[in-house]
């Protein structure tokens, strides 16, 4: 089943991911949480009920994946790899 992402949180989202991958800003403005399955991937909180993914690679971030707090709570993580 798949969970339209709502307008605000699309907005958000987009303004992350200008931030982190073309302007290169910490992400450490964003709340930004490391996990600890997979230090390279970093938790972004879109809002209360939505979380976005990135991979750090050497060249800065890279948008993996947006999901629910409910699916994000629950997925394998471990298996987000470059």
């Given at each position: 089943?798949?969970?339209?992402?709502?307008?605000?949180?699309?907005?958000?989202?987009?303004?992350?991911?200008?931030?982190?991958?073309?302007?290169?800003?910490?992400?450490?403005?964003?709340?930004?949480?490391?996990?600890?399955?997979?230090?390279?991937?970093?938790?972004?909180p879109?809002?209360?009920?939505?979380?976005?993914?990135?991979?750090?690679?050497e060249?800065?971030?890279?948008?993996r994946d947006?999901?629910?707090?409910e699916?994000?709570?629950?997925?394998?993580?471990?298996?987000?790899?470059?």
């Amino acid at each position: 089943m798949t969970t339209s992402l709502p307008p605000s949180q699309a907005r958000r989202l987009a303004r992350v991911r200008h931030a982190l991958e073309i302007e290169r800003r910490p992400p450490g403005e964003f709340q930004v949480r490391r996990l600890q399955v997979n230090r390279e991937l970093v938790s972004v909180p879109l809002g209360r009920r939505w979380r976005a993914l990135f991979v750090q690679t050497e060249f800065g971030y890279k948008f993996r994946d947006c999901l629910t707090h409910e699916r994000y709570n629950k997925v394998n993580l471990a298996v987000y790899q470059l």
